[in-house]
């Protein structure tokens, strides 16, 4: 017998668990999907098996289902599956939840006490041929382009030391290398982070550990083409708490936030640390560096704007006290000191996307999502409580914006830039949109350039996606 889940906000309506693994060949199609759009579209979806041990959890246990949009001249079809980790095998095993709290193994099942615990729910990466489904508390798992079969957990051949690995490594459109790091890397609580390099045939070339001035979130991290970019904001572990059974991360409002920056093909003593105000922030959209001068772009909010952070941490926050915008953080090395200039880029949002060239270089346009009051009233689904009801295309340098409104009861989920080969021609996104009402999904495809004209082609799915995390788009020729 499996109980039912519990009827709270990560459970509940569009959250629910689907738990589907599927196969669906030629989704149905309304509009037209571009004959030039071919290719993978990865997805990661925290999509939990059983109910949770202690009653409630946050969204972001969920076990792992990666999931494919293979397009191919026009027809799309789909396949979902879960990513076997020694978790769900455990699980599936004893047929019931044997994990407590979120990333606090004191509070698991005597059963799999010192057992891997990596969910492989948040990015599918692509690299060197291989997907793997990254979760930052963890190694990866590595899953067959193809079959999504899981293939095992990934730590590059035997040389990868750090415990962990992020879900948001930086990719070297010029040169194919993966940069990326591990935080926790020595285990729980700690303040090692590794810093790793992967060359472009997937092996591990560089892998330096260094301290951080305390141990923090570090969901994302930032790369140009000359820099290195660690930013460590107030969302703090601290290993007495979790050992007595507590939460493993609560908002520290007693501490600043810091940047540390390094020469990227340095060394990680090479590091120098900026004071910045403390403030909140998951996703960095780019970085690049000008001369002497290292720019960061992403999006920031007063406070944590996940709700089990705040509820750690007994912070009572109305939605409309969340406050952030798009910033620019800009550091000239040359300069002495801790300090540097900020500057606004754009109404706040999160998810955000640029075109993969563009990686960790001066770029033009970003693709993100927001949540419009104007547009339409919260609607729950997803970690964070409220989905997106916008997508908005900004252009950096003069901030000029271009929106395009979700339709009544709808929201979206991250979208995907995909290239085209014409010349002059920015490319399609594509996004899945949930439908709350009918408690089903479609894909919708829009012009880079102009989301705000609206879908070119809906590709109707017969179920309920559950809000997916993190996508990746793999044109056909890299497969
Ligand atoms: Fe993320």
């Given at each position: 017998?499996?109980?039912?889940?519990?009827?709270?906000?990560?459970?509940?309506?569009?959250?629910?668990?689907?738990?589907?693994?599927?196969?669906?060949?030629?989704?149905?199609?309304?509009?037209?999907?571009?004959?030039?759009?071919?290719?993978?579209?990865?997805?990661?979806?925290?999509?939990?098996?059983?109910?949770?041990?202690?009653?409630?959890?946050?969204?972001?246990?969920?076990?792992?289902?990666?999931?494919?949009?293979?397009?191919?001249?026009?027809?799309?079809?789909?396949?979902?599956?879960?990513?076997?980790?020694?978790?769900?095998?455990?699980?599936?095993?004893?047929?019931?939840?044997?994990?407590?709290?979120?990333?606090?193994?004191?509070?698991?099942?005597?059963?799999?006490?010192?057992?891997?615990?990596?969910?492989?729910?948040?990015?599918?990466?692509?690299?060197?041929?291989?997907?793997?489904?990254?979760?930052?508390?963890?190694?990866?798992?590595?899953?067959?382009?193809?079959?999504?079969?899981?293939?095992?957990?990934?730590?590059?051949?035997?040389?990868?030391?750090?415990?962990?690995?992020?879900?948001?490594?930086?990719?070297?459109?010029?040169?194919?290398?993966?940069?990326?790091?591990?935080?926790?890397?020595?285990?729980?609580?700690?303040?090692?982070?590794?810093?790793?390099?992967?060359?472009?045939?997937?092996?591990?070339?560089?892998?330096?550990?260094?301290?951080?001035?305390?141990?923090?979130?570090?969901?994302?991290?930032?790369?140009?083409?000359?820099?290195?970019?660690?930013?460590?904001?107030?969302?703090?572990?601290?290993?007495?708490?979790?050992?007595?059974?507590?939460?493993?991360?609560a908002w520290d409002d007693s501490r600043d936030s810091f940047v540390g920056i390094m020469p990227r093909d340095g060394k990680v003593s090479q590091m120098r640390w900026y004071r910045a105000p403390r403030c909140s922030a998951f996703h960095f959209i780019n970085a690049f560096t000008a001369g002497n001068t290292v720019h960061l772009d992403f999006s920031y909010a007063n406070v944590p704007v996940f709700p089990f952070i705040r509820a750690a941490t007994n912070m009572t926050v109305q939605p409309h006290e969340i406050t952030g915008e798009l910033t620019r953080w800009s550091f000239d090395l040359s300069k002495p000191g801790d300090t540097f200039e900020r500057h606004a880029l754009g109404a706040s949002g999160d998810l955000p996307r640029i075109a993969d060239r563009d990686s960790m270089k001066d770029y033009e346009v970003v693709y993100y999502g927001r949540f419009d009051p104007q547009v339409a009233m919260p609607m729950l689904t997803g970690p964070v409580g409220a989905g997106f009801n916008a997508l908005t295309r900004l252009e950096v340098r003069s901030g000029r914006a271009s929106t395009l409104a979700m339709e009544n009861r709808t929201t979206l989920q991250e979208p995907v830039h995909i290239p085209s080969a014409q010349p002059g021609h920015e490319g399609y996104l594509a996004y899945v949109v949930d439908k709350h009402d009918e408690n089903l999904s479609e894909v919708h495809i829009v012009h880079a350039s102009h989301p705000e004209r609206g879908a070119l082609a809906r590709v109707k799915i017969p179920l309920r996606l559950r809000s997916g995390v993190h996508g990746t788009w793999v044109s056909a020729d890299r497969l």
């Open positions: 017998m499996t109980h039912a889940f519990p009827d709270s906000p990560d459970f509940s309506g569009h959250n629910a668990p689907s738990r589907i693994e599927c196969d669906i060949y030629d989704l149905v199609v309304e509009g037209t999907v571009p004959a030039e759009i071919n290719g993978s579209w990865f997805r990661s979806i925290p999509d939990p098996q059983y109910p949770p041990m202690l009653g409630d959890d946050t969204y972001l246990s969920g076990d792992g289902m990666v999931s494919v949009f293979r397009f191919e001249n026009g027809h799309v079809d789909f396949r979902m599956r879960y990513v076997q980790t020694e978790r769900w095998k455990n699980e599936r095993r004893a047929r019931r939840s044997l994990h407590g709290l979120y990333r606090n193994p004191y509070t698991d099942d005597p059963s799999v006490r010192g057992k891997g615990r990596g969910a492989a729910n948040t990015t599918p990466i692509f690299h060197a041929g291989r997907v793997l489904a990254a979760k930052e508390d963890s190694r990866a798992w590595s899953v067959d382009p193809r079959t999504l079969d899981t293939v095992g957990e990934w730590d590059f051949a035997g040389r990868l030391r750090s415990q962990t690995m992020t879900a948001h490594p930086r990719m070297d459109p010029e040169t194919g290398e993966m940069y990326f790091f591990g935080y926790e890397a020595s285990g729980l609580a700690s303040r090692d982070v590794a810093y790793c390099v992967a060359n472009k045939d997937g092996e591990l070339v560089r892998e330096e550990w260094f301290q951080v001035p305390y141990c923090a979130l570090m969901h994302d991290f930032a790369v140009t083409q000359e820099h290195a970019i660690f930013p460590v904001f107030p969302i703090v572990a601290d290993l007495e708490r979790i050992k007595a059974g507590g939460p493993h991360w």
